[in-house]
């Protein structure tokens, strides 16, 4: 057994090299530059090691600003996106006509380009000299006032963003928890009927633990995407983010590295870092919950 | 609970969009079940009887006919209303819920009036789970249990609610053969503490004739024969019925009724009356065979098998519609397994008619 260890290595040397090359040495180079001062990547100097870079975007108020929207962002949009996947899939397995059309109606926007549609968001939300946009006029015609959602209010924007991410998001959510709707075994609801089992318990005590390890899987890569939002803010607001005060923290990162402010690695690598800090955290709260929670067969 | 099907009839949507008929899954049946009774619903895979099953649960609704509970009639009344507790073939236990809360489900279920306290619930968990012998079971999750095991929880579960009418879908088949001789005398046992009138569905015919008060033969959706498993066994009323009774099965041989006598092939077996002159099924039971040096039936012997209490006798005959005939005879008879004939006498309570056109018995006299 002992003797035969170095060919086990020996399989397992590309795989090693390629991560150990693209993921590990990127993952402590971002690290170490986090702590060097002033690092220029064209001349490969710093000036000193330490946490001003820490400091320094910690009090960088397009960061706070950056951090708000983006917890604000996670906060809404992931309880939101999973329950309502949840709402439309178990809608989905109970009716039968129209099944397979309905189903691929909710699946277009996984297939569709992000940009693309944020685009089309945008037109729809716009407000300009010339016209109120579609979902203004729809407003308009309950009686309410029109607002400028791209350009208009905090909340506006911030809503326009949800509902865009949310609804990007909701087609592998459903595809995901339909299929694992379709894993129950039909019989655990014919003996829950046998049972006289109200409807809403069915689904509390019986529907939901069954697929409670999708739904987990869902709700943590929702944590962890919505935290790394930033191509879907560019599709509605435009690359100027800080301006549109609309940044996400991988907004900043980006931004410090090739925006018009760029030319920084330092805080974008200190940037980087706190949101690593952030979703982990994130994360390993979400695997105490779950342990209690989440019934694996 | 008295339970009466009354001309009960199921018809399932064809899956097939060029073949418009229904497909008849059960057809005008009606049966009356006696109250505290264990009751076997018997027949071939796909013959109906668990969608019979499951409309006297009330999972699936007849296209005709009406249920009665007691005289009283539970057509249109849901599952939970009837008072009927179910075990499925696969027990369909919660997975993430422990013994105890898997069982304790159905009275969570309860509201109004007959709400339980969480004492009162706990004392009928606990009865349910002493009558099937599984307290120390309790904090286990499903899959840590064997299939036995999951099986009586099953049942406990189903009895938690005190139902009038205990339902059992293939109750036996995930087990394997030991287990299943065990768990049929436990169903037993349990049915006959509880007192509750039982119905269950099996194809094996073994099984239900083994506990069954009452067997109910089926076929395609038809009811062919209700009775006590011994009258079904020996009285059988059509060549399938005969047929699916008793292993090893009925042997079969095309003969004819000639002049009062009964010929299998060119053997002239027996005198019998009654019976005007016609082609026939004959059907003998194993154990209707006697070896006897100059008996009627000729047969070309292949092999014995000595089975200790008895011996089985394979053998072969032109007019044998089975493949080969078994006769089980006394191990003390001995056979001469040089000779390549051996020669039988029938015993004519073990030796049966039916029509070549309707395959109906036909009853005759001997003489």
Partial sequence: MKNNNWKGWLYLIPAILFLGIFMVYPLIDVFVYSFEEGYNSASQTFFGVGLYNYRYVLRDPYFLQALKNTFILVIITVPISTGLALLISVGLSSIKPLKELFQT???????????????????????????????????????????????????????????YTIWVVLPFKILILTSALASVNPQFYSAARVDGTSKGRIFWKITVPMISPMLFYLIITGFIGAFKVYSDAVAIFGTDLNQAGMNTIVGFIYDMLYGDSGGYPSYASAA????????????CINLLVSKKHVYYE | MEVFLQDLTKKFPSRNRRVREDKIAVNHFTLKIPNGKLIGLLGPSGCGKSTALNMICGLEKPTEGRIFFNGEDITDLPPEHRGVGMVFQNYALYPHLTVEENIRFPLENLKGKDRLSKQEMHERVMAAAKLVQIEELMERKPSQMSGGQQQRVAIARALVKTPNVLLLDEPLSNLDARLRLQT???????????QVTTIFVTHDQEEAMSISDMIVVMKDGVLHQTGRPQEVYDDPVNLFVAQFLGTPPINTFSGSVRNGHLWIGEDDV???????????????????????????????????????????????????????????????????TTNPKVRFALKPAKTLLFSKETEERIRFEVK
């Fill in chain 2, 184 to 194: 049929r005398e436990e169903i037993r046992r349990i049915q006959r503490e509880t």
């Fill in chain 2, 270 to 336: 027996m005198i019998i009356s009654g019976v005007p002159d016609q082609e026939v099924h004959v059907g003998i039971r194993p154990e209707g065979f006697i070896l006897q040096e100059d008996g009627p039936l000729c047969c070309d012997l292949i092999r014995v098998e000595v089975m200790g209490r008895d011996t089985s006798v394979v053998s072969n005959h032109p007019a044998a519609v089975s493949l080969t005939i078994r006769s089980i005879i006394s191990s003390e008879t001995q056979v001469d």
């Fill in chain 1, 272 to 283: 980087a870092i706190i949101l690593f800090a952030v979703v982990l955290t994130i994360t």
């Fill in chain 1, 105 to 163: 109606i909710y699946f277009l926007p996984y297939v569709t380009n992000t940009l693309a549609v944020g685009l089309v968001f945008m037109i729809l939300f716009n407000k300009t000299a010339y016209t109120d946009g579609m979902i203004n006029l729809v407003i308009k015609w309950f009686g309410g006032q029109a607002v400028d959602f791209i350009h208009g209010p905090y909340w506006a924007k911030m809503f326009v963003l949800c509902f």
